[in-house]
């Protein structure tokens, strides 16, 4: 059976960093890509980073230079590391394998 559990969200002042990690298992993680996502309050999903299974990444706009995704094949765990937090990066991030399952998400909010 299949799972992604996202760990490491929380409350974080603004310039303030954070890193996320999804564990994956029930399937064979260094064949697939993963990606982030988030979702504010009243708003649609949006896709954060990626990253495929030979390590090639992609980011949204919103976050380039300050988001770097990453993954540890040994660990079957996918990361995300957040500097230079701001507000409008508030939100619940979830990861997703390219083989369509999703984690339950980890709340982040960026507030002082």
């Known amino acids: 059976q299949v799972q992604l559990v996202e760990s490491g969200g929380g409350l974080v002042q603004p310039g303030g960093s954070l890193r996320l990690s999804c564990a994956a298992s029930?399937?064979?993680?260094?064949?697939?890509?993963m990606s982030w996502y988030r979702q504010p309050v009243g708003k649609k999903r949006e896709l954060v980073a990626g990253?495929?299974?030979?390590?090639?990444?992609n980011y949204a706009d919103s976050v380039k230079g300050r988001f770097t995704i990453s993954r540890d094949n040994t660990k079957n765990t996918v990361y995300l590391q957040m500097n230079n937090l701001k507000p409008e990066d508030t939100a619940v991030y979830y990861c997703?394998?390219?083989?369509?399952?999703w984690g339950q998400g980890t709340q982040v909010t960026v507030s002082s």
């Open positions: 997703k394998s390219w083989n369509n399952y």
């Open positions: 990253t495929s299974a030979g390590g090639m990444t």
């Open positions: 029930g399937f064979t993680f260094s064949m697939y890509g």
